[in-house]
């Protein structure tokens, strides 16, 4: 049976680019770039190669570039150095709808003292920034709201949310785990000090990650060891996936524009004719402000983990909520925050794509889908057609 890999928000596929790009670092070129002889140092010439291709990426300089293992320790570490750094601050604001990479480090801080203000999104999942800008006072160390939502794809207005805090002397970083690599970032012009990416969502391994510290940016390092990326972070560097990212990179700008046309246009047409054939079905998230490769949808009175496996029986893997909630029958903590009713979020599927999905397998999905819901329907003690209510 063909896999129709729907769940790129989850992890994406290494490029074959990627792979053939970090072959090398394992058996031939396995040398510690700290090393003072040659045969590391061109190691290290490599993984200078590999910040700039995502420094470019980012319009950022190789510099404000630190590798990491993935996007969590990313986002602990610029947390935690905000509370460092901005000494006699206890303030964090944040949103309802983050990662738990945040989000369930900042339910930790707040054991510690810290005070923690979660920002909240209306029912298209869009940040309230009156409340934001009300939020913000001389006791914040630090903002960090995601870039996009990795459940509904929604775009936050990140720019000006930076702008906002810069006006205060605030600190501002984004968690752009999911933006990366699907839609154009340039942080040239751009108040936020700091950024944190993920390599397996951009079709790198996993890993490896990346912290972007704008320069002259106080910082203080979460894990210390040697004198790795600049005293930065120490531990040996993960040469070969970090020489793989830097290819990923150079791959996403290139098919930026893919992402942004052929990708969308199968992602709508999936969405469009989804909710055309299935009552009680809707998608969750501002239609317009979204990634191009990520919708979710909600099926009225079925269960979303009865859905998924239906749809495993046929080879179609997406999610119900996100990776790290699955396996909880609780509703997905963004459906929630966007006031989702209780019997949409419950049956809601997020489909994500990437530049390796084709027409013919989203043909499949909507031919496929529409007989799933209808059986579960069939057998679902609160499905009533004659009472469809709830579009
Ligand atoms: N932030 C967002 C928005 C994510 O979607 C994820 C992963 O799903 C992470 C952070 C965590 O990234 P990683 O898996 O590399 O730790």
């Known amino acids: 049976m063909k896999t129709i890999y729907l769940d790129n928000n ?38 200078q190669a590999a910040r700039q291709s995502v420094a470019s990426l980012l319009g950022a300089m190789p510099e404000e570039i630190i590798f990491t293992s993935c996007g969590s320790e990313s986002d602990n570490t610029a947390i935690l150095s905000a509370l460092n750094t901005e000494r006699g601050k206890g303030h964090i604001v944040t949103s309802r709808v983050e990662h738990p990479a945040i989000r369930s480090l900042c339910n930790h801080l ?84 700091m950024l944190s990416l993920s390599g397996h969502k951009l079709h790198a391994p996993k890993g490896v990650g990346v912290l972007y510290v704008k320069k002259g940016t106080k910082f203080s390092p979460f894990l210390i060891g040697g004198h790795q990326e600049n005293g930065r972070r120490g531990g040996t560097e993960n040469t070969a996936s970090i020489v793989g990212l830097g290819k990923a990179a150079e791959l996403a700008a290139r098919h930026m524009d893919e992402e942004n046309s052929r990708v969308k246009g199968l992602r709508d047409k999936l969405e469009k004719e989804i909710i055309k054939v299935i ?24 269960e979303g983990e009865a859905i998924l496996l239906m749809m495993d029986e046929f080879g179609i893997c997406a999610s119900s909520g996100s990776a790290c909630t699955s396996g ?64």
């Open 10 to 47: 989850a992890t994406t596929q290494v490029a074959p680019e990627v792979l053939e790009a970090m072959m090398p670092y394992y058996c031939d070129l396995y040398g510690n770039p700290s090393s003072a002889h040659k045969f590391g140092g061109q190691v290290a010439g490599r993984i």
């Open 110 to 193: 707040t054991r510690k003292g810290v005070r923690i203000t979660e920002i909240q999104v209306d029912r298209e999942g869009n940040l309230d920034m009156d409340q934001y800008k009300e939020s913000l006072t001389s006791d914040t160390a630090i903002v960090s709201f995601m870039w996009a939502n990795n459940e509904t794809g929604v775009i936050f207005p990140i720019e000006e949310a930076a702008a906002m805090a810069k006006e205060k002397g605030i600190l501002f970083h984004t968690d752009a785990v999911q933006a990366v690599g699907k839609i154009p970032i340039n942080l040239k012009a751009q108040q936020i000090d």
């Open 279 to 302: 009552p009680n079905s809707r998608v969750n998230g501002n239609p317009v402000k979204r990634l191009p490769n990520t919708t979710n949808i909600s099926f009225e009175f079925v």
């Open 328 to 391: 909880s029958l609780q509703p997905s903590h963004v459906l929630r925050a966007m006031g989702v009713p209780f019997t949409m979020s419950h049956g809601s599927i997020r489909f994500s794509l990437s530049i390796y999905n084709n027409e013919e397998e989203i043909d499949f999905v909507i031919e496929k889908v529409p007989s799933i819901i209808e059986k579960l329907r069939a057998i679902s003690p609160f499905w009533k057609p004659a009472a469809q209510s709830c579009q």
